[in-house]
């Protein structure tokens, strides 16, 4: 698939590009953070939380709500899945990285969605980014088979353990852990999981 820039017109609908925000300690510390050959996922890491630029995150970029920065590292070349959240994502590219994105507007009245109408961006290493609470997103993706490091800032207790298992609401079957809303495919092994499967159409490759 065609892969396009962060800084181009076309990733305005879905985040936009922060300036201004030093980051040199928290790239540093994730130079410490594993590799793996898969992907790890930890939501907020003692080191990195540790860090300047942490309290800045939390009053500046989030209005000075409770926070956590975490990491999301390894090899990936698949989209899998995609995920939204009530928030706002912030991302720190510790390496070069490949997020393929799309619009929540997009979801079906059945929670089903088209993998061809995603879109896929580079995030040059150093860039700080929003991703917008209404953008579809998941696991980056390396560039050229090379691993990726990205750090991630989340409201406080997000892609933690559900609060409950109880439906109120139909969207409620989305719901994969604490405010996190996901929509797997079905090639990617997630609903024993208990995800559920909507993503029609290709699993996408990078």
Not at 12 to 32: D, F
Not at 95 to 115: A, C, H, M, N, V
């Amino acid at each position: 698939m065609e892969i396009k820039k962060v800084t181009d017109a076309a990733f305005r609908p879905y985040g936009k590009v922060i300036q201004g925000m030093e980051v040199g300690n928290i790239l540093k510390a994730m130079e410490e953070t594993p590799l793996p050959e898969d992907v790890v996922y930890v939501p907020g890491d003692a080191s990195l939380e540790a860090c300047p630029e942490a309290e800045a995150i939390q009053n500046s970029l989030y209005g000075g709500m409770p926070t956590q920065i975490g990491y999301c590292n390894g090899h990936n070349h698949l989209l899998n899945a995609v995920e939204y959240h009530r928030d706002s994502e912030i991302n720190i590219a510790a390496t070069d990285l490949i997020l393929i994105i799309g619009k929540q507007s997009d979801i079906e009245d059945d929670f089903t969605y088209d993998t061809a109408k995603m879109e896929a961006f580079l995030v040059p290493a150093g860039s700080v980014i929003e991703v917008f609470a209404t953008t579809l997103h998941y696991a980056p993706c390396g560039v050229d088979g090379a691993g990726f490091r990205c750090v991630v800032a989340l409201p406080k207790g997000t892609n933690t353990d559900k609060a409950t298992d109880k439906v109120v609401i139909e969207e409620d079957k989305l719901l994969f852990a604490r405010n996190k809303w996901l929509i797997a495919h079905p090639d990617a092994g997630l609903g024993k999981d208990g995800a559920f499967e909507g993503l029609k159409g290709e699993n996408l490759s990078i």
